[in-house]
C-alpha cells in the first residue's frame, strides 16, 4: 500500500473513533479515576477503571473529556487495548506508546490497532495530545489508594 493511503486510512480511522467512540462512559465500579489535560491543546480526559478482584488486572477504562480528535481517538484505541491487561502489561504499553511517538517502537501483532496512532509522530505539536490518555492511564495506576480527589495532572 503506498504512503499516501495507508496515512490516508490511519486518518479515517481516528476520525471515525473520535465521532463513534466505543469507550466513552465511566467504569463500574470506579476503581481508579484520574482527570488529565493538555494544555498546549487544551484536551482534557477524565479515565475511569474497573480493576480485577486482586487489583492486578484492568477489566474495563472508559473516558469522558473534550479534546481534539487525535487526543479522543488515543483515548478511545487505548481503552480497547487494555481491556484484560495486568497493571504491569499497561505501564509497558504506556512506555512503548512513549517510544512510538518518538519513531522509536511500534506495537506487535496483537496490539497493533494502536499503530495507528504512528504517524501522529510526525507532528511534534499533536504527539501531546496522542499521549494525553496514557500519561493520564500511568497516573491513574500508580496512584495508591485508588479513587483520587479530583485534581488533574498535566503533561506539560
Ligand atoms: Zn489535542
Given at each position: 500500500m503506498a504512503l499516501d493511503n495507508l496515512r490516508d486510512l490511519y486518518q479515517q480511522?481516528?476520525?471515525e473513533r473520535y465521532k463513534k467512540p466505543r469507550n466513552r462512559g465511566k467504569s463500574n465500579p470506579v476503581d481508579r479515576y484520574q482527570k488529565?489535560?493538555?494544555p498546549s491543546c487544551g484536551d482534557t480526559i477524565e479515565l475511569t477503571l474497573k480493576l480485577s478482584e486482586a487489583g492486578d488486572r484492568i477489566d474495563e477504562v472508559k473516558?469522558?473529556?473534550e479534546g481534539c480528535a487525535i487526543a479522543?481517538?488515543?483515548a478511545d484505541l487505548m481503552a480497547d487495548a487494555l481491556r484484560g491487561k495486568t497493571t504491569v502489561e499497561a505501564l509497558e504499553m504506556v512506555q512503548r506508546f512513549q517510544s512510538m511517538m518518538r519513531g522509536e517502537a511500534e506495537f506487535?501483532?496483537?496490539l497493533r490497532k494502536l499503530n495507528v496512532?504512528?504517524?501522529?509522530a510526525q507532528f511534534p505539536v499533536r504527539i501531546k495530545c496522542a499521549n494525553l490518555s496514557w500519561h493520564t492511564l500511568?497516573?491513574?495506576?500508580?496512584?495508591?489508594q485508588g479513587v483520587q480527589p479530583a485534581a488533574?495532572?498535566?503533561n506539560e
Open positions: 480511522v481516528i476520525l488529565g489535560h493538555n473516558f469522558e473529556g479522543l481517538a488515543s506487535p501483532q496483537d496512532m504512528q504517524g501522529v500511568k497516573a491513574a495506576l500508580e496512584s495508591p488533574a495532572i498535566s
